[in-house]
Each structure stands twice: as structure tokens, then as C-alpha cells.
């Protein structure tokens, strides 16, 4: 055991030294050191130092704003040696990030792919722990391993420009349109800084209340600004990870007696330090009261209390039909006081949206193209962005085709004539 002994002398020493100054990532990556010599010796306690140490970083994390659900599973894993709940770790400390064992991370829309890369070496080393405990992880390492060597093969991912609070709000004003709802995201912020200066002033301060409604038609911006939010609030160090879960009455209501509290309270878990954002949320309080939508509605009211602050739910949909949803559950009534009204977007706004999504693409829209496109926006399809990225590549794909089959050396410009062919197209 000397060696082991001597490592851990300098852990110690750097626990103690550095402890005032640690995030909660930092007592993660403390606590899984300790782990790892504690399970190397498969004895329920080192000495006494150690678990004086131990309980140490575990109160730290408890003068933590937020205590992350990885963090309890790490705490019952030192006390118990259990590899099962060492993988309940490794479940939620990935849920964190909205992904699950297996699945095809998508790492070109990653918003810190430092922060990911840590998180998966993290899930990692306490995987191989699990191992030692024989558990059968093997699928999980080789996942593990396959998603960690993708990260470094990409150039500089470690020096990637880390979201701030400034750099998302000026991602914000560069988008086209939604005056009001950037307003709204201020004053959401103006309160949020009020309240922490009340709080270190010692008055009494209401609860953040950050679960919110967007309301208003497809295609305007709801899905686009929740991502944002989240990413904001991780900034601020509101939220533990800010990633999205995206889901729909069918990813929460089952078919049978029973299932659906279950399937809406695995998206909770998915969501947890980030956003559940759940579009056409209307859709919950549809088909009566044998339906099994309001059970979801209680599960997720139910989750609001139990997992308080440790994640924020976005409701979306149309107007009206949101304003009889928050109305059928007085938990949904006392919960989500803060509503976000989308407009629709103007003509001109639309085709600045198009412009801009063919410039970053490198596309050129020739005058003539730009005012047949105009005219067809304003007879009609006013207010829709989604309607305008279908559009724009439609225009890229028709681009292709009359590049291709003319050998045109003209990579870039579209015409008047290939807008009038994908109206003819959108007409049929």
C-alpha cells in the first residue's frame, strides 16, 4: 500500500490547498482520484484522512448552487463500492450532456467540446471502475473510447472559444428579427442579476422561476431561442450543462396504464442541468380524461418539485391553445409565470433570413431572383422561417442540378429562373 499512501499524500495536500477555490467539476474529478484508490484496494475505507478528505469535497458541493445528480451517485459510490450505482453515475453525468451510451454524438454542434471531452474522461474512468467491480461495461468503454478519439482527432478542440454570457447575447443580436423576444431575455437577465444582489445583501429573495412558455406560430424562432437560453443560463451558471432535450406529447405519453409517468420521467432525467423543451405542448391536455396526457402533465409538475432548479422546462405551441394548457393544472399555473410571445416574421425579415443562410453558404441571389422571391413571400407566406430554410434549399438543390447538367463553371449565383422553378415546385 506505500505507494498508493505516498500518491495520496500529494492528492491530499492538493484537496486541502485548493478546495476554496473548486467548481463542481473540480470535486468531480477529486472524487473519482479517491475512488480510484479505494476500489484499487477494495477495502471499505482507506483511513481516516482520506474519508475526512472525502466528506470534505462532499460539502463543498453542498455550498454549491446547484448539486448535480452525478455528483450524489459519486457520493453513494464511495460509501457503498457498488458498480451499479457507479454506472448510475455514468448515466447521469452523460444525461447531463443530452446524450446516451451509444449514441452518435453530433460534436460539429457542440457547444464545448472541451467541456464534453472532460465530461466523457470522467465517465470513462469511473466506467473502469465499475469493470473492477464486475460489472459488464465492456460496450460502454469501446463507446467511450470510439467518441473520445473522434474529439481529439479534432484540431485545437481544447482551445475552442468557450460560450460567455457576452458572446451568446451578441450571437443573439445578430439574429434577424424577434425585438421582442430579445427584450424579454434582458429583462429576464436584469431580473435574474437583481435577485443575486438582493441575495448578497441578505433580503429575502423570491425563487428563480426560469420555466417558461413560448407561444406562437411554427417557424418563429421558438426552438432556435430555447437553445440559446440554455446555453445562456450554463454561461451564468444557472444550469450545469445547458444542452436541450427536444421532445413531443409522443415521447412522453405511452399507450398503456402506467408507462407514461415512466417515459416522461426519463426525459426529465435526460434533461437534468439543461432544458426540456417540449413543442406542441397543447397536445398533452387533448382526448379527454381517460387520456394519459394529464398523467404526463403530473409527472412533469411532480419533477419541477423534486428536481427544483436543476433543470428548466420550455412549453411551445400556439397561442391559444397554450393559454388553455397552463389553465387545466394549477401546478402549471404557479410554475410558469414567465411567457415569451413570439411574433410572426415580416416579408423583409424573411428575406433577410434567406440572404443571410445562402451568403453562409456562399450562394449570390441575383435582383431579379430577390424580388421574384419577394413577391412570393408576400402573397402568403409571410411569417414562417422554417418555410424559408425549406426554400433556400430547394434553391441550392436546384442550383446543383442546373450546374451539373449545363457543366456551368457559375458555382454560386442563383437566378430568377431557379426561384421560379421551386415556386412552381411549392405550388404543385
Not at 438582493?198 to 430555447?226: C, D, E, M
Not at 442546373?402 to 411549392?426: F, G, K, P, Y
Request: no cysteine.
Amino acid at each position: 500500500m506505500g505507494n498508493q499512501i505516498s500518491a495520496y499524500e500529494w492528492m491530499s495536500k492538493s484537496i486541502n490547498q485548493n478546495l476554496s477555490q473548486y467548481e463542481d467539476n473540480d470535486i468531480e474529478d477529486a472524487m473519482i482520484r479517491l475512488l480510484r484508490i479505494k476500489v484499487k484496494k477494495s477495502i471499505h475505507t482507506l483511513d481516516e484522512r482520506m474519508d475526512r478528505d472525502y466528506s470534505r469535497l462532499v460539502e463543498k458541493a453542498g455550498d454549491l448552487e446547484i448539486v448535480r445528480t452525478p455528483l450524489t451517485y459519486l457520493n453513494s459510490f464511495y460509501l457503498s463500492l457498488d458498480g451499479d450505482v457507479a454506472m448510475k453515475y455514468v448515466q447521469a453525468a452523460l444525461a447531463e450532456k443530452g446524450i446516451r451510451v451509444g449514441d452518435d454524438v453530433e460534436l460539429s454542434s457542440a457547444s464545448d467540446l472541451k467541456d464534453l471531452y472532460d465530461t466523457l474522461q470522467r465517465v470513462y474512468k469511473v466506467s473502469e471502475l465499475a469493470s473492477k467491480l464486475n460489472v459488464d461495461v465492456q460496450k460502454t468503454l469501446e463507446w467511450l473510447h470510439l467518441t473520445i478519439r473522434a474529439i481529439e482527432k479534432i484540431e485545437h478542440f481544447d482551445q475552442q472559444k468557450k460560450d460567455t454570457k457576452e458572446s451568446i447575447l451578441k450571437e443573439l443580436e445578430q439574429m434577424i428579427g424577434l425585438g421582442s423576444i430579445k427584450q424579454e431575455i434582458y429583462d429576464l437577465l436584469d431580473w435574474i442579476e437583481f435577485s443575486k444582489l438582493r441575495k448578497q445583501a441578505g433580503f429575502k429573495t423570491q425563487p428563480l422561476t426560469l420555466h417558461t412558455v413560448y407561444s406562437g406560430n411554427p417557424g418563429t424562432g421558438k426552438t432556435t431561442i430555447a437553445r440559446l437560453v440554455g446555453r445562456l443560463l450554463k454561461a451564468m451558471g444557472l444550469l450545469s450543462s445547458g444542452h436541450m432535450v427536444e421532445v413531443s406529447r409522443q415521447d412522453l405519453v405511452a399507450e398503456y396504464v402506467g408507462q407514461t409517468a415512466v417515459k416522461t420521467q426519463k426525459q426529465i432525467n435526460l434533461a437534468q442541468g439543461g432544458v426540456l423543451f417540449i413543442d406542441e405542448a397543447y397536445s398533452l391536455a387533448r382526448g379527454g380524461d381517460t387520456d394519459f396526457g394529464k398523467e404526463a402533465i403530473d409527472t412533469l409538475v411532480k419533477g419541477m418539485e423534486d428536481k427544483r432548479d436543476q433543470f428548466v422546462i420550455i412549453l411551445a405551441g400556439y397561442r391559444h391553445e397554450m393559454k388553455e394548457l397552463i389553465k387545466i393544472n394549477p401546478g402549471l399555473e404557479s410554475r410558469f409565470t414567465r411567457y415569451f410571445d413570439f411574433p410572426d416574421y415580416d416579408v423583409d425579415e424573411l428575406m433577410q433570413i434567406a440572404e443571410l443562410q445562402l451568403g453562409q453558404s456562399q450562394y449570390v441571389l441575383e435582383d431579379r431572383a430577390k424580388n421574384k422571391m419577394l413577391l412570393f413571400l408576400e402573397r402568403g407566406h409571410q411569417g414562417n422561417g422554417r418555410l424559408v430554410r425549406n426554400f433556400v434549399e430547394a434553391l441550392i438543390m436546384r442550383k446543383a442540378v442546373h450546374s451539373v447538367t449545363h457543366a456551368s463553371t457559375d458555382l454560386q449565383l442563383i437566378t430568377e429562373d431557379m426561384v421560379s422553378q421551386v415556386i412552381r415546385d411549392w405550388k404543385r
